[in-house]
């Protein structure tokens, strides 16, 4: 009965503890699983405006988005068409439960030098901070994807030149789900 009774009061804690991390790890998947509106294959055509740190084009892509093998991952193989040429990019998505973000990972083709940033999601706008400093002066930049309707992805990517009181728009566009 002792030893019954030890193992029981040992058990306690480690119940706690598996009950806490499956929480946890459930709170993550869910988190991940947000990720999951951009699966499947699309095709987007967006309009790059004149500005100080952009140029008018016409720009178009396809993305196909899949699941890594664990699902921890989303990996995105995207070709893009300007009037520079054809260009292709791989980007993973994952969440980082750490810092409750998110991290995007690319690289602008075959032997290109790899970048990350992170993103947020608030319901259906994901947003992308970024930005640059030029002769002195931080110039911000960000990038939202809407998917308020299914099967539909806009775009747009901004720049702000004072700390974010006024915003220019650089390219904007809509992306189409054509296939899971």
């Known amino acids: 009965m002792k030893i019954l009774l030890v193992l029981l009061i040992a058990a306690i804690p480690l ?6 991390q499956t929480a946890a790890s459930t709170d993550e998947q869910a988190a991940t699983n947000k990720l999951g509106v951009f699966i499947g294959k699309w095709q987007s055509e967006g309009t790059g405006l004149e ?10 892509s396809s993305v196909d988005c ?3 093998p664990l699902k921890d991952f989303l990996i995105c193989e995207q070709s893009i068409s300007d009037s520079s040429g054809k260009h292709v990019q791989l ?9 409750n973000n998110y991290t995007i990972n690319s690289m602008a083709g075959p032997g290109k030098q790899p970048w990350n940033g992170t993103f947020m999601i608030n319901g259906n706008l994901w947003t992308y901070p970024g930005g640059f400093e030029e002769k002195g002066k931080k110039i911000e930049v960000r990038t939202t994807n809407d998917f308020s309707v299914p099967g539909t992805e806009t775009f747009k990517s901004e720049f702000s030149a004072d700390g974010g009181a006024h915003w220019t728009l650089m ?4 992306a189409h789900k054509t296939s899971k």
């Open 66 to 68: 899949r699941w890594s």
């Open 51 to 60: 500005t100080a740190y952009s140029h008018a084009d016409k720009i178009i």
């Open 91 to 99: 980007s993973i998505f994952s969440y980082n439960s750490k810092d």
């Open 15 to 20: 119940c706690s503890l598996q009950a806490s």
């Open 171 to 174: 390219l904007q566009g809509t």
